[in-house]
């Protein structure tokens, strides 16, 4: 899953995912371009900025992802992606393996009652 993108030339693959760091209660969101990892940022906040760089012909873009958690959040979060201030694509980003978020979910009332 993720969301694939195509911006002057340039393939841009934005991915998020429940992460072990986190017991799989929060999402790590990675920024791909090219093949390259760009920017990769996580962790429990409701709002999320993940900055990075694309350098070509001796000039840097600088993208920003902005990433909003909403009442949806277990299977897609809200997001925009900017280039140099400019928005290039907004909608909603698929979450990979979203299901791993119930894991804990399942235990945390066992751990609370015990």
């Not at 030339?9 to 934005?14: F, P, T």
């Not at 992606?81 to 909603?92: K, P, T």
Request: proline fraction near 4%; aromatic fraction near 10%.
């Amino acid at each position: 899953m993720g969301t694939e993108l195509q911006w002057e030339g340039h393939k841009i693959l934005i991915e998020s995912r429940p992460a072990a760091k986190y017991f799989w209660l929060a999402t790590e969101t990675v920024i791909i371009v090219d093949g390259v990892e760009v920017a990769r940022s996580g962790g429990f906040s409701f709002t999320e900025k993940t900055i990075g760089k694309i350098i070509e012909n001796n000039r840097s873009y600088e993208l920003c992802l902005e990433v909003k958690v909403d009442l949806v959040t277990f299977i897609s979060v809200p997001y925009k992606l900017l280039i140099d201030g400019d928005i290039i694509a907004q909608g909603r980003l698929g979450i990979n393996n979203w299901p791993l978020f119930l894991v804990p979910m399942s235990i945390l009332p066992f751990l609370i009652c015990c």
